[in-house]
């Protein structure tokens, strides 16, 4: 079939790519490859992929070339699924033949309900699903497909037996294909690498059992499993040809650093390329490995603390003691490894003393930058099942983000409101951006590189805009 692979328009600025744990607005305004529809699309002949977002590509333009397709894929999210079903009804109007399916975790552990909410939608193809979606595209029956939930020729949702988890992943021809074929890679950028960067994977799932964390728990699993090394490095000589101005890759990974010896492997052919490179990693990683790492051209790692009080850590089954990630971050810092560190408010066990807390721990140890996040209850994670039984989510709030897409504190407690979690966001960033030796950090930064200065300058503004928005959803709030 002629495939429309779409990630669509919805709340201005919204990222819900593949690097977004929680698919909000940002603090500044970045935007991560779709990967997760670049995949299915690459495994599928003359397919089109349409990342709106970031492209700035509205609804009327892609209703314009509804009749142009005979089947249309969209990534959705528990945030922008009723924009997604809009948007699937406008193509159907114009297009009443085209075929409409979702993928993404919302319709990986909900499918049933997901249909239920969506007449318009003709499949689901849940959890990994990318040879689902080969095979609906290849026009295989429908009633013949594992992984997929459909509607029949009666209108009753069906669903197939599960596909099996894939374990060959070089079988996955490379995404950046896809990135080259219909993306134009200066439209992404995030604050903290170089631009332009280029974004993929090396591997699928994590071993961590954090009880928040949205893709081990629904698509990827808690099986690393991972391409070979040689796989990895065909695809960034492919990169180095066709996108000559990459200034840094990034490893999707969960967890990059799950597999240290291949971590290192990969390393080491990274330096004989000479390319500048990040990824995500659990603040656990050894010396002697950040050493190989550094040493082969590694610059940032994307770290998620999410809090610097034990008991939380121990209550999300982060595996992983304060301590532990101190030490991993004074190597970093002492071997010149920048981190991008990564916090979540709102946790079971938080209290106003832990918030502090955190924020003490994060002034501490001084990561480059911070994101802090809200803690989020996607529906498949165990987080989500606790909130539900303990009361501490309630309906209004389930869709976790406003109407404008800023993420709200959807989780409450008795001793600790909605509207304190989401103020302590800005006190967290104030807090650890609006000390001296950080301002003169950042100076000192903007001074070394003219375009340092105006991309920073450009953020500074975004930051303070996010800081109003926020202001008004507490106010609205309260």
């Given at each position: 079939?002629?495939?429309?692979?779409?990630?669509?328009?919805?709340?201005?600025?919204?990222?819900g790519?593949?690097?977004s744990?929680?698919?909000?607005?940002?603090?500044?305004?970045?935007?991560?490859?779709?990967?997760?529809?670049?995949?299915?699309?690459?495994?599928?002949?003359?397919?089109?992929?349409?990342?709106?977002?970031?492209?700035?590509?509205?609804?009327?333009?892609?209703?314009?070339?509804?009749?142009?397709?005979?089947?249309?894929v969209?990534?959705?999210?528990?945030?922008?699924?009723?924009?997604?079903?809009?948007?699937?009804?406008?193509?159907?109007?114009?297009?009443?033949?085209?075929?409409a399916?979702?993928?993404?975790?919302?319709?990986?552990?909900?499918?049933?309900?997901?249909?239920?909410?969506?007449?318009?939608?003709?499949?689901?193809?849940?959890?990994?699903?990318?040879?689902?979606?080969?095979?609906?595209?290849?026009?295989v029956?429908?009633?013949?497909i594992?992984?997929?939930?459909?509607?029949?020729?009666?209108?009753?949702?069906?669903?197939?037996?599960?596909?099996?988890?894939?374990?060959?992943?070089?079988?996955?021809p490379?995404?950046?294909?896809?990135y080259?074929?219909?993306?134009?890679?200066?439209?992404?950028?995030?604050?903290?690498?170089?631009?332009?960067?280029?974004?993929?994977?090396?591997?699928?799932?994590?071993?961590?059992?954090?009880?928040?964390?949205?893709?081990?728990?629904?698509?990827?699993?808690?099986?690393?499993?991972?391409?070979?090394?040689?796989?990895?490095?065909?695809?960034?000589?492919?990169?180095?040809?066709?996108?000559?101005?990459?200034?840094?890759?990034?490893?999707?990974?969960?967890?990059?650093?799950?597999?240290?010896?291949?971590?290192?492997?990969?390393a080491?052919?990274?330096?004989?390329?000479?390319?500048t490179?990040?990824?995500?990693?659990k603040?656990?990683?050894?010396?002697?490995?950040?050493?190989?790492?550094?040493?082969n051209?590694?610059?940032?790692?994307?770290?998620?603390?999410?809090?610097?009080?034990?008991?939380?850590?121990?209550?999300?089954?982060?595996?992983?003691?304060?301590?532990?990630a101190?030490?991993?971050?004074?190597?970093?810092?002492?071997?010149?490894?920048?981190?991008?560190?990564?916090?979540?408010?709102?946790?079971?066990?938080?209290?106003?003393?832990t918030?502090?807390?955190?924020?003490?721990?994060?002034?501490?140890?001084?990561?480059?930058?911070?994101?802090?996040?809200?803690?989020?209850?996607y529906?498949?994670?165990?987080l989500?099942?606790?909130?539900?039984?303990?009361?501490?989510?309630?309906?209004?709030?389930?869709?976790?983000?406003?109407?404008?897409?800023v993420?709200?504190?959807?989780?409450?407690?008795?001793?600790?409101?909605?509207?304190?979690?989401?103020?302590?966001?800005?006190?967290?960033?104030k807090?650890?951006?609006?000390?001296?030796?950080?301002?003169?950090?950042?100076?000192?930064?903007?001074?070394?590189?003219?375009?340092?200065?105006?991309?920073?300058?450009?953020?500074?503004v975004?930051?303070?805009?996010?800081?109003?928005e926020r202001?008004?959803?507490?106010?609205k709030?309260?």
């Amino acid at each position: 079939m002629r495939t429309l692979f779409l990630q669509a328009p919805t709340f201005d600025g919204f990222d819900g790519g593949a690097g977004s744990r929680y698919q909000a607005k940002r603090e500044i305004k970045s935007f991560w490859y779709p990967t997760w529809l670049a995949q299915p699309a690459a495994l599928v002949p003359n397919s089109k992929l349409i990342d709106a977002p970031p492209h700035d590509i509205k609804l009327p333009e892609i209703v314009a070339q509804a009749k142009d397709f005979d089947l249309v894929v969209l990534h959705t999210s528990v945030p922008s699924f009723k924009s997604d079903v809009k948007t699937i009804e406008a193509l159907k109007a114009a297009n009443p033949k085209l075929i409409a399916g979702l993928i993404g975790a919302k319709v990986a552990v909900d499918a049933a309900g997901s249909m239920a909410q969506a007449p318009s939608v003709d499949f689901c193809a849940r959890n990994e699903f990318d040879f689902t979606v080969k095979e609906v595209a290849e026009g295989v029956p429908m009633a013949e497909i594992k992984g997929l939930s459909y509607r029949n020729a009666d209108g009753v949702v069906v669903h197939n037996e599960d596909r099996e988890i894939m374990t060959d992943m070089d079988q996955l021809p490379f995404v950046t294909s896809v990135y080259k074929r219909d993306l134009e890679m200066e439209k992404y950028f995030i604050g903290y690498l170089k631009h332009p960067y280029i974004s993929f994977y090396s591997g699928r799932g994590c071993k961590s059992r954090c009880t928040f964390c949205l893709w081990p728990q629904t698509v990827g699993g808690h099986t690393y499993r991972t391409r070979s090394v040689a796989h990895v490095i065909e695809e960034i000589k492919y990169c180095l040809k066709e996108f000559p101005q990459t200034k840094e890759f990034f490893f999707d990974d969960d967890t990059f650093t799950d597999n240290l010896p291949r971590a290192e492997e990969i390393a080491r052919e990274l330096g004989k390329l000479g390319v500048t490179w990040s990824c995500n990693a659990k603040a656990n990683v050894p010396r002697k490995t950040l050493e190989v790492l550094k040493a082969n051209g590694l610059r940032l790692l994307l770290v998620g603390y999410e809090s610097g009080n034990q008991q939380i850590l121990n209550n999300i089954k982060k595996g992983m003691r304060v301590e532990v990630a101190e030490r991993f971050t004074k190597d970093c810092h002492e071997l010149g490894i920048a981190i991008h560190g990564t916090f979540i408010l709102g946790l079971p066990g938080e209290t106003r003393e832990t918030i502090q807390e955190t924020i003490a721990f994060a002034k501490r140890i001084n990561p480059h930058t911070i994101q802090v996040s809200l803690a989020a209850p996607y529906p498949g994670t165990f987080l989500y099942k606790q909130a539900v039984e303990n009361g501490w989510l309630d309906k209004d709030n389930a869709e976790l983000v406003d109407e404008n897409g800023v993420q709200i504190a959807p989780l409450h407690y008795p001793h600790l409101s909605h509207t304190e979690i989401f103020t302590s966001v800005e006190a967290f960033y104030k807090a650890f951006y609006f000390r001296a030796p950080k301002i003169a950090s950042i100076v000192s930064e903007m001074v070394r590189s003219p375009d340092m200065m105006k991309r920073r300058l450009r953020e500074g503004v975004e930051f303070w805009h996010f800081l109003r928005e926020r202001q008004g959803v507490a106010k609205k709030a309260a």
